[in-house]
């Protein structure tokens, strides 16, 4: 009996914790103070997206189930687990990921490690847009389409950036390509001179 009053207590709590974390909001990943900042020695060209450097994202959705946190892309680890990747919700229609930069900087390239390098490339998103934002809105916009690519760089070429915005297009809920799987993001670049870094 007290087994059974237990359950009708845990129960309802249960149910209301999973509706809650369904219907979440989008999930920014913490700031961190800058412990290794672009110095002169490193030619100007640097991750901006690095945690180290003061970078944050923010994503519409993640797999919290398997700690698949957004974290994760921008730790720098050079040899991730399998779980050590963002990965989208699997209701998450049209899912995104926005990069915040620690201050304006010159982008000009990004790069993504994709599923495939570590798991098949069926994973790999193939369609994706990317936006380059600065104070006043657009800088430049770059679509995807067809990648095939584990490691795809693509240039960005913006002046004053302070996020980098994509927009992924998955395909049907429960396929291969129905959430985003990605384990690294990296934006090169470097700050502009007064800037975080500089």
């Known amino acids: 009996m007290r087994r059974l009053a237990w359950l009708a207590y845990l129960l309802p709590l249960a149910l209301g914790g999973v509706g809650w974390l369904a219907s979440a909001p989008v999930i920014t990943t913490p700031a961190y103070a800058v412990e290794h900042a672009a110095t002169p020695e490193e030619a100007g060209t640097v991750n901006l997206a690095a945690l180290s450097r003061g970078a944050r994202v923010t994503v519409s959705s993640y797999h919290w189930f398997n700690s698949h946190h957004p974290l994760f892309l921008i730790d720098e680890h050079p040899n991730p687990g399998l779980t050590e990747k963002w990965v989208s919700a699997g209701k998450d229609r049209a899912p995104w990921l926005e990069l915040a930069l620690a201050a304006p900087a010159r982008v000009e390239s990004i790069a993504l490690d994709l599923a495939s390098i570590r798991e098949d490339r069926a994973y790999d998103l193939r369609d994706y847009d990317l936006t380059c934002l600065g104070p006043e809105g657009v800088l430049s916009r770059f679509e995807v389409r067809g990648n095939t690519g584990s490691r795809p760089v693509h240039a960005l070429g913006c002046e004053g950036a302070t996020r980098i915005r994509i927009d992924f297009q998955v395909e049907e809920e429960g396929s291969p390509r129905g959430v985003v799987?990605?384990?690294?993001?990296?934006?090169?670049?470097?700050?502009?001179?007064?800037?975080?870094?500089?």
């Open 181 to 198: 799987r990605l384990f690294e993001l990296r934006v090169l670049g470097r700050f502009e001179a007064g800037g975080e870094g500089a």
